[in-house]
């Protein structure tokens, strides 16, 4: 079978459609990691994968037709692979995230009721530690491996 000539398409109708492949590839990409029975615990947020053996084997037979049509639309199209940089995925998050956590504060929490001393006393400090903490580990992404800010 012959290798078919790439399309033409404009700049934009090229970003939009290579945007869609990225965002359906990554769903893809977390599909996988539940089709794999990962789970993930912590403190707050626990998954249960409930999947059975049998929808877990035909979730990946489907991602894997899915990936054929995909990469087919990349060759065709030129689209380029888009790498991220994880640090700077843990950065952009983070950077935003303090934003979310002031709103649990006592101040802002007055509009959901009365806030008792006690729990302003107590609020206030562990959400002022955690924008802390936010804020190291946006620090620690600004730095490379090599020690150097990015």
């Not at 509009?111 to 008792?116: A, F, N, W």
């Amino acid at each position: 079978m012959r290798k078919q000539d790439t399309l033409k398409v404009s700049d934009n109708q090229r970003r939009t459609i290579s945007t869609t492949l990225i965002m359906l590839d990554e769903m893809l990409c977390e599909f996988d990691r539940i089709a794999a029975g990962q789970e993930t615990r912590s403190i707050m947020y626990a998954e249960k994968n409930s999947l059975s053996a049998k929808q877990k084997a035909q979730l990946r037979g489907i991602m894997t037709t899915m990936r054929e049509i995909i990469r087919q639309i990349k060759e065709r199209l030129s689209l380029e692979t888009e790498e991220v940089n994880l640090a700077n995925r843990i950065w952009s998050s983070a950077s935003v995230f303090w934003e979310v956590l002031i709103e649990t504060k006592s101040e802002r929490l007055k509009g959901y009721g009365t806030i008792t001393p006690s729990l302003a006393d107590f609020i206030n400090p562990k959400i002022d530690e955690l924008i802390k903490h936010l804020t190291g580990i946006v620090e620690t992404m600004n730095t490379s491996a090599l020690g150097k800010k990015k």
